[in-house]
């Protein structure tokens, strides 16, 4: 099937690779170059091209294969079969019902790339053949190329990355709420679609909570554990994309997702001032003052082996409201570097009468660069025994920050970069995700 040749309006300035044959290019026509892209004048002008792509149809009744039953391989839902029998019994309003359980747990049907066989027949993406840039995607784009690609002062790792090797920055997307602290409620604003909040508005006071209930959890956990099954299928198992002129394409090999379920302890334990100076270089300056420095030591529940003492500190944030979808979504770059030093003489933190004992229930999926972390978390309880333990429900998404720094150089540089294409697939993982619960 012939697939037709458009150009996307870049947010990235590329070369074509010099083996490709000749041709005329196109003046391309921007409002201003991107942020990354300012310093290469010369690479402004040069075309990026790529296949026109679509967006897979997404919600209830999309393609009959996709809405087929829960999966039987009960070893994918490990946090969906330990929920006790009451809450089993007692699903509040914001999870599926058993009429819509297999909407909701729907994979969309990938649609084929048209060329001139389409419903509409002969075909281009605009006036000027060039994709538009997306609002949100370039917002993301200049926010982690300014804190990520230009920053050289620490490393940049893989998703998942140990701070065992020193001090490196990490991205990550947390599902959750913009809160309005006047109110204590999910900011309202008269806004229908999804947007980039402006943290600098004196004029809102507000938070991000990063929670969700039990339902919700399940039927995220029962998502992403049918993700699993699916990108493992053979080709050919699933369903054929049908044509509008009657041909089809046989469904091919997918990338495989993989899973792992873990469960460890943490720990978290005040770093006294006079132990700041054994932290990197690196991290000092990012210290705040206002907060206190903690500790994370982590260890595994079932045998007690210490995994991690790690220092955290989150360098910036980009709030994204989603007033359509469940949830709203965070961005943030965050440092981490490990704590070599002896934590038995460190003070644990007490807040509110509870140690920070926090017990993590953790399902974490692999796809590509990027990493789901779904986890249960269940805090300890007061030290006079009034309170129970709390239990909360989270759930991010992690990008390379490794792949976004080797991207956003190649940018930099006007060489051909896949910078939008890793980002634009951050940021769908998160609004696939978001948009699997069903807003309330």
Request: charged content about 25%; overall charge neutral.
């Given at each position: 099937?012939?697939?037709?040749?458009?150009?996307?309006?870049a947010?990235?300035?590329?070369i074509?690779?010099?083996?490709?044959?000749?041709?005329?290019?196109?003046?391309?026509r921007?409002?201003?170059?991107?942020?990354?892209?300012?310093?290469?004048?010369?690479?402004?002008?040069?075309?990026?091209?790529a296949?026109?792509r679509?967006q897979?149809a997404a919600?209830?009744?999309?393609?009959g294969?996709?809405?087929?039953?829960?999966?039987?391989?009960k070893?994918?839902?490990?946090?969906?079969?330990?929920?006790?029998?009451?809450?089993?019994?007692?699903?509040?309003?914001?999870?599926?019902?058993s009429?819509?359980?297999?909407s909701?747990?729907?994979?969309?049907?990938?649609?084929?790339?048209?060329?001139?066989?389409g419903?509409?027949?002969?075909?281009?993406p605009?006036?000027?053949?060039?994709?538009?840039?997306?609002?949100?995607?370039?917002?993301?784009?200049?926010?982690?190329?300014?804190?990520?690609?230009?920053?050289?002062?620490?490393?940049?790792?893989?998703?998942?990355?140990?701070?065992?090797?020193?001090?490196?920055?990490?991205?990550e997307?947390?599902?959750?709420h913009?809160?309005?602290?006047?109110?204590n409620?999910?900011?309202?604003?008269?806004?229908?679609?999804?947007?980039?909040f402006?943290?600098?508005?004196?004029?809102?006071?507000?938070?991000?909570?990063?929670?969700?209930?039990?339902?919700?959890?399940?039927?995220?956990?029962?998502?992403?554990?049918?993700?699993?099954?699916?990108?493992?299928?053979l080709?050919?198992?699933?369903?054929?994309?049908?044509?509008?002129?009657?041909?089809s394409?046989?469904?091919?090999?997918?990338?495989?997702?993989d899973?792992?379920?873990?469960?460890?302890?943490?720990?978290?334990?005040?770093?006294?001032?006079?132990?700041?100076?054994?932290?990197?270089?690196?991290?000092?300056?990012?210290?705040?003052?206002?907060?206190?420095?903690?500790?994370?030591?982590?260890t595994?529940?079932?045998?007690?082996?210490?995994?991690?003492?790690?220092?955290?500190i989150?360098l910036?944030?980009?709030d994204?409201?989603?007033?359509?979808?469940?949830f709203?979504?965070?961005?943030?770059?965050?440092?981490?570097?490990?704590?070599?030093?002896?934590?038995?003489?460190?003070?644990?933190?007490?807040?509110?009468?509870?140690?920070?004992?926090?017990l993590?229930?953790?399902?974490?999926?692999k796809?590509?660069?990027?990493?789901?972390?779904?986890?249960?978390?269940?805090?300890?309880s007061?030290?006079q025994?009034t309170?129970?333990?709390?239990?909360?429900?989270?759930?991010?998404?992690?990008?390379?920050?490794?792949?976004?720094?080797?991207?956003g150089?190649l940018a930099?540089?006007?060489?051909?970069?896949?910078?939008?294409?890793?980002?634009?697939?951050?940021?769908?993982?998160?609004?696939?995700l978001?948009r699997?619960?069903?807003?309330t």
């Amino acid at each position: 099937m012939q697939i037709s040749e458009v150009k996307r309006e870049a947010s990235s300035a590329t070369i074509e690779s010099t083996s490709a044959a000749p041709r005329a290019k196109k003046r391309r026509r921007r409002e201003e170059p991107p942020i990354f892209a300012r310093s290469v004048h010369h690479a402004t002008n040069e075309s990026l091209r790529a296949s026109s792509r679509r967006q897979p149809a997404a919600g209830p009744g999309t393609g009959g294969a996709s809405t087929s039953a829960k999966s039987d391989n009960k070893d994918l839902q490990p946090l969906a079969t330990q929920l006790d029998a009451s809450a089993q019994a007692n699903k509040d309003s914001a999870g599926p019902s058993s009429s819509s359980d297999t909407s909701i747990l729907a994979l969309p049907l990938a649609q084929p790339r048209l060329a001139d066989d389409g419903p509409l027949g002969p075909w281009e993406p605009s006036i000027t053949n060039i994709i538009p840039y997306e609002e949100v995607t370039r917002a993301v784009m200049d926010f982690l190329f300014m804190e990520v690609v230009e920053r050289r002062d620490v490393g940049a790792g893989p998703t998942g990355a140990s701070a065992s090797h020193g001090a490196h920055l990490e991205i990550e997307a947390k599902l959750g709420h913009l809160i309005d602290k006047n109110t204590n409620e999910r900011v309202r604003l008269p806004i229908s679609t999804e947007c980039v909040f402006n943290q600098k508005d004196g004029s809102w006071r507000t938070a991000f909570r990063s929670s969700m209930t039990e339902s919700q959890h399940r039927v995220l956990n029962q998502y992403l554990n049918k993700a699993v099954v699916h990108s493992k299928q053979l080709p050919g198992s699933t369903p054929t994309s049908a044509h509008a002129n009657g041909t089809s394409t046989p469904s091919k090999a997918r990338i495989p997702m993989d899973y792992v379920h873990t469960r460890e302890r943490d720990r978290f334990y005040d770093l006294p001032a006079a132990q700041l100076p054994s932290l990197p270089l690196s991290v000092r300056p990012a210290l705040n003052n206002r907060h206190r420095t903690r500790v994370r030591v982590t260890t595994d529940q079932k045998t007690g082996e210490p995994l991690a003492q790690i220092v955290k500190i989150r360098l910036a944030d980009l709030d994204v409201y989603s007033p359509r979808t469940a949830f709203d979504w965070r961005l943030s770059v965050n440092l981490e570097t490990a704590f070599d030093g002896d934590v038995s003489h460190l003070i644990e933190i007490v807040e509110n009468g509870r140690r920070s004992e926090r017990l993590k229930d953790r399902m974490t999926y692999k796809h590509l660069a990027y990493q789901i972390d779904l986890t249960q978390v269940t805090m300890a309880s007061d030290d006079q025994g009034t309170a129970k333990p709390g239990r909360e429900h989270e759930l991010e998404v992690e990008v390379s920050a490794e792949r976004i720094r080797e991207q956003g150089l190649l940018a930099k540089t006007g060489q051909v970069t896949q910078y939008e294409d890793l980002i634009k697939g951050f940021i769908d993982n998160v609004r696939t995700l978001a948009r699997v619960v069903h807003p309330t």
